[in-house]
C-alpha cells in the first residue's frame, strides 16, 4: 500500500510516492553480534558492539556508546551517531552528539499514565544509542504542523532522520539488522521501561485513524482498544509477571503512545532545551502555527517539551563526542 503527498525541501514543494512503515521482516544486512560490556548491569541490559560497524559513511564520527548500571541506574552515554549508512531525508546535516541518559533498572507502573501529547523531544533511547522521538513533527512547514512524520513520509530507510541540530533521531523503529536493531529489547523509555521489537506484528497498536494526521497528528487519532491482541494506549501491556513493556507497531503511535511510569529528568545535552533556527532561509515567525491543545506544557513529572524548528524537534548546540 503506497500513497503520494506532497512534502517540503528548504521551503520548495515537492511531490514524491510515500510507502507506509515497511513489515518489520527479517534482514541479510550486516549486524553487531557481539555485546557492548556494561558493567553492573544484568540480563536485561544487551546492547549491541558497534565498533565494526560501517557507520554514517566517510568524514562521519563513529557511533560510540557506553553502557553502566550502578545503585538503581542504568547509565547510557551516546554520541547520537548512527551504525548504518546516513541518508538525508530532511535539508538538516549530521553530527555527532553528547547525550547521557540515566533511567530506573527497578521501574513502577504508575497510578496514572503520562501523557505525551504533542511533546516534542526525547521519549526514550535506542540500544544503539540514538534518540527516540514521538509520533509528531514541528510547526514547519504550516501545512503539516505538528503532523505524522511517518504519514507524510519524511523519515529513511530505518525510520529516522535529522533536526536542526544535525541530530539523528528516530519516530519509529525498524527491528531489522540494517538498522542494527533486534527482535529483542530495541531501546528503553525513559521511565525505564523497556521497549521490545514485535515479531510478526502479535500485537497491534489499539490507535485507530480518524482523521488527517498531515498536521496535528494527535487529532487524528483516537485509542479504541478492546482487541485481544491490542495494546495499551501506551502502546505496552503488562506481562503475566506483573512486569511492563511497550512494543514497536507498524500504525500509530509507532512506539510510545504515553508513559505507563514516571519518566525520569534528563541532565546536560540529554535535556537541552530545543531553539528555532536562524530566520534566514526559514519562514517567516508568523507563519509558525502555535501547537494544537495539549503541546504547550509537559505533563506533571515529564521532562519539559522544547520548542521545534525545521521538520523537527530540535536541540542546541552540543559538544561533539
Not at 503506497?2 to 514524491?16: F, I, S, T
Not at 507506509?20 to 541479510?28: D, E, G, I, Q
Not at 546516513?86 to 504508575?110: C, D, E, I, Y
Request: hydrophobic share 40%.
Amino acid at each position: 500500500m503506497r500513497h503520494v503527498k506532497g512534502v517540503w525541501w528548504a521551503g520548495v514543494a515537492l511531490v514524491a510516492v510515500l510507502p507506509v512503515v515497511p513489515a518489520r521482516t527479517a534482514s541479510a544486512a550486516p549486524r553487531a553480534d557481539r555485546r557492548l560490556p556494561s558493567p553492573g548491569c544484568d540480563a536485561r541490559y544487551v546492547f549491541p558492539d558497534l565498533s565494526s560497524a560501517p557507520g554514517a559513511g566517510a568524514g562521519y564520527a563513529a557511533p560510540k556508546v557506553a553502557v553502566s548500571c550502578a545503585k538503581g541506574t542504568l547509565t547510557v552515554v551516546s554520541n547520537g551517531m548512527i551504525a548504518y549508512e546516513f541518508v538525508a531525508h530532511t535539508p538538516n546535516g549530521l553530527r555527532a552528539q553528547a547525550f547521557t541518559w540515566k533511567v530506573p533498572t527497578a521501574p513502577k507502573v504508575a497510578a496514572r499514565t503520562t501523557s505525551i501529547v504533542n511533546q516534542l523531544g526525547t521519549l526514550a533511547f535506542t540500544v544503539t544509542g540514538v534518540p527516540i522521538y514521538g509520533p509528531t513533527e514541528g510547526p514547519v512547514p504550516p501545512q503539516s504542523a505538528f503532523g505524522d512524520p511517518v504519514y507524510n513520509g519524511i523519515l529513511d530507510a530505518c525510520l529516522g532522520h535529522t533536526g536542526f541540530n544535525a541530530d539523528y533521531h528516530y519516530h519509529a523503529i525498524l527491528a531489522e539488522a540494517r538498522c542494527y536493531l533486534d527482535e529483542t529489547v530495541v531501546g528503553w523509555a525513559l521511565d525505564g521501561f523497556p521497549i521490545y521489537s514485535n515479531p510478526g506484528g502479535r500485537w497491534r497498536s489499539g490507535w485507530v485513524r480518524t482523521g488527517d494526521p498531515t498536521s496535528n497528528s494527535w487529532s487524528a487519532y483516537t485509542y479504541v482498544g478492546g482487541a485481544s491482541d491490542s495494546l495499551d494506549a501506551c502502546n505496552g501491556r503488562r506481562m503475566p509477571n506483573g512486569s511492563y513493556r511497550y512494543y514497536v507497531t507498524e500504525s500509530f503511535p509507532y512506539v510510545i503512545g504515553c508513559y505507563a511510569g514516571t519518566p525520569t529528568r534528563q541532565q546536560g545535552a540529554a535535556a537541552a532545551p530545543m531553539q528555532m533556527p536562524p530566520a534566514s532561509g526559514m519562514p517567516p515567525a508568523s507563519g509558525m502555527p502555535p501547537p494544537p491543545p495539549g503541546g504547550r506544557r509537559p505533563p506533571p513529572g515529564a521532562p519539559p517539551p522544547p520548542v521545534i524548528a525545521w521538520f523537527c524537534e530540535l536541540p542546541t548546540a552540543a559538544p561533539a563526542v
